[in-house]
DNA sequence: GAGTTAATTGAAATTTAATCTCAATTTCAG
DNA sequence: CTGAAATTGAGATTAAATTTCAATTAACTC
C-alpha cells in the first residue's frame, strides 16, 4: 500500500529502492504516531533493520517529498513527524506542562482559512496551526 | 514606553538593567519586521552598541517572557522573534516561491480556535498559524 | 546470470543554532 | 561608597541535521 506508493515515487525519479529505504518505510509506518528522527533511527536499530543515520534522515526527506509524510511541526529540539495512514489532515494543540499532543480536525477552520487565502489572493497549499496551553488533567 | 515595561519586569524579577539588555531592546524596537538573532546580533554591533552573542540569546528570551516580543516561527533554520509595538496578535501567510511573509488576523479564526480548545477542555494560551501557499505576484 | 553504471550507503567530519562555563565585571541596595 | 549577587563575553559545548567520499549495491542491458 505505502509500499506501492514510495516504490512509484522512486522510480518515477530513477531512485533506487534500497534495503534502507524500505527498512525506514516500514519503521515509519509500524507505529501510529509522532516520531522524531533520532527515534525512528533507534527504533530500526532495535527492531534488527538496518540503516544509519543518514539514510533514515536521507530517506525521511523523500517520504515527506512523496507524500507520505509529513513533518508535523518543529519543536525546540528538532522536526517532529507523522506518517499518513488513514491520518487525513489536522492541525494539534499542546500541554506546556505535561507535552501531550491532542489532534484536531474542524471543518469550520479550514473554510475560514480559505477565505483568508481568497481575500488575501493567496493561494494557500498547506498549513500548521498549533495551540499551546494546558491540557485538561494539568489544570486539576 | 518598552523601556518602562521591560525595566519593571527586571525589578520584579530581581534581575538588572544592564547596558547590554538595553542595547538588544533597542535594537529590536528600532526595526518594525521579523528579525532572526543573529541579524539582530550583527545589527547591534553594526549600530556601535554593545552585547556578545550570549547575551543577544539571554536578553531574547527574557523579552518573550515579558510579552515584549514573540516567537513568530520556526523555520528551517532557527527561530523568527517579532516585536509587539502597535502589533496586536496576527498569523502569518508565506510564500514558497518568492519567501514573502503576509500577515493577518481574523477574528472569526480566533473564536473558532477558542471553541475547538473549548470543547477539547483545552485553555489555550497562544498559537501559531502558518498559511503556506504561492502568493499573488508569484501567481503570474 | 554477468557486466555496467549511476545511485546509495555509512562512518565520521562538518555545519549551524543555541546554550553553557567561569573568571572578570557591573549593577544596585543600603 | 561598599559588597553581594547578577551579568557579561569569549570560547567551549551540545545537538540536530547535512555533507563527504570510498566502498557497495540496485537494476538495466545483453
Redesign the interface.
Known sequence: MEQKIFRDFLGQRGLKLTRERMSVLREVFSFHDHFEPENLYMRIRESGLKASRASVYRTLSLLVESGLVRKAM?TERGNVYEHRFGHGHHDH?I??SCGEI?E?Y?E??EN??DE??DS?????????????????KC?K
Chains 1, 2 share one sequence.
Open positions: 518543529r494543540m500541554c506546556d491532542i484536531f474542524s469550520k477552520l475560514i482559512q483568508i487565502c488575501n489572493k493567496f493561494k494557500g497549499v498547506s498549513h500548521t496551526l498549533e495551540i499551546r496551553g494546558i491540557c485538561e489544570r
